[in-house]
């Protein structure tokens, strides 16, 4: 049974140089939310991390606050990283094919966008996985008007 842990960071200055993270704690999709929904975005000096951990290693998901709209409604951007292992050909395809950990990143506006990818990412679907963060990708380029 896949066994998921997180853990947060919070930053000591505005730069964001220094800080401490949290012992890995074992995690529900439910505490998940209950965390990232009740999390004092604002009240850090920098934007905290909540990082969670399938298996105790990878693939891992965290999640940041990017920005927060100056507008009334102070709409709250995300940014997310996704890290996993993925096989890599060796020189030119031929050789073996190795592991190799890779990351990228993730934009939304809102909860509802990161609770989204986060439930994909408590079902343990890889390929569900990444057609959710192409979705997410697109709804952002499609909220920014671009």
Known sequence: DMS??????TPNDKENS?????EKQPLSYADFE???LNMEWDNYPAAPTITVYQDN???LLWVALFATSENEDKARMFIMGYKRMEEKKGFLGFGKTTLKPKMTMHYTVGSEGVL????????YDPAGMLTALDNCDREFQEQKGS
Do not use: A
């Not at 998921?4 to 960071?9: A, W």
């Not at 220094?18 to 949290?22: A, K, L, R």
């Open 18 to 22: 220094s800080g401490t993270v949290t």
């Open 57 to 59: 290693e990878l693939p």
């Open 116 to 123: 989204k990818l986060f439930r994909e990412f408590f079902s």
């Open 34 to 36: 209950n965390i990232f």
């Open 4 to 9: 998921y842990t997180y853990d947060l960071y």
